[in-house]
C-alpha cells in the first residue's frame, strides 16, 4: 500500500519544540545493558510525531512499536547504519508483545555529532517503514526511490519513482543552516530492511 501526501514544506523545527540546532543528548556507553536501551525519549517523539504526521503514519494506529537504542550500529556496505525498522515475526514474536521494533544506533548518531533535528528526521525516516497490507497484516514499507545521482543528472527522472523522488526534491525546504552537514560527512546508510535485527 502506497499513499501520496502533500506535505508543505515545513519551517525547520522541532515536533516537540526548542533549538533543533542543539546537541542531542545520546545515551551513554554505560546505560546499555547488552547491545540495546529502551529508549523513552523516541518513544516520546514518535508520539509527538504522530500527532504532527497523522496521515504520514496510519499504520501506527494499527500496531505496537517498540523503541529502542542500540549501542552499536554496525556497517553495510562500508556506510554507517543509523537505524532500522524490523518486523517482528517468527522466534522474537513469541517473546515480543509489538509488531515492530525501531532501533537508532547510538554510535554513529554520537561520532555524527547529531543534532535534535537529524534524530527526529531519522525517527520519522524509520516510522514510515511501519505498513499494513490489505490484509491488515503488519508489512514493512519499501524505500521509494533508490538511484544514483549520475543518473538522474544525464537522464532526468525517467521513472515513476524518480518522479516521486524528483517532485519532493522540488518542495523540499531549503534552510539557511545546514542541520544535517555532520551526517552528510559521514558515508551513512539510513537503514536497511534485511529481516534480521
Ligand atoms: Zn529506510
Known amino acids: 500500500m502506497t499513499m501520496t501526501t502533500e506535505a508543505p514544506p515545513r519551517p525547520r523545527q522541532l515536533v516537540n519544540g526548542g533549538d533543533p540546532d542543539a546537541p ?5 556507553d554505560e546505560l546499555f545493558n547488552g547491545a540495546y536501551f529502551a529508549a523513552s525519549d523516541l518513544d516520546g517523539m514518535a508520539t509527538a ?3 504532527a504526521y497523522e496521515l504520514d503514519l496510519q499504520p501506527h494506529r494499527t ?3 517498540a523503541y529502542l537504542w542500540k549501542q552499536k550500529g554496525g556497517t553495510r556496505d562500508g556506510k554507517a547504519v543509523l537505524g532500522k525498522c524490523v518486523l ?3 522466534l ?3 517473546f515480543c508483545p509489538a509488531r515492530f521494533i525501531i532501533w537508532l544506533a547510538a554510535d554513529h548518531l554520537r561520532d555524527a555529532k547529531a543534532s535534535r533535528y537529524l534524530v527526529e528526521a531519522i525517527l520519522y525516516h524509520e516510522m514510515l ?8 497484516e503488519p508489512v514493512l514499507i519499501p524505500h521509494e526511490f533508490t538511484g544514483f545521482a549520475a543518473e538522474l543528472r544525464r537522464y532526468g527522472a525517467y521513472t515513476h519513482d524518480l518522479r516521486v523522488a524528483h517532485q519532493a526534491f ?13 551526517a552528510r560527512e559521514l558515508r551513512v546508510e539510513l537503514d536497511n530492511l534485511t529481516p534480521d535485527a
Open 170 to 182: 522540488e518542495q523540499m525546504p531549503l534552510f539557511e543552516l545546514d542541520p544535517l552537514t555532520a
Open 129 to 136: 517503514h511501519v505498513g499494513e497490507d490489505e490484509d491488515g
Open 49 to 51: 510525531l504522530l500527532e
Open 24 to 28: 542531542y543528548f545520546l545515551p551513554l
Open 92 to 94: 522474537l514474536a513469541h
Open 88 to 90: 517482528v515475526r517468527g
Open 63 to 65: 500496531f505496537d512499536v
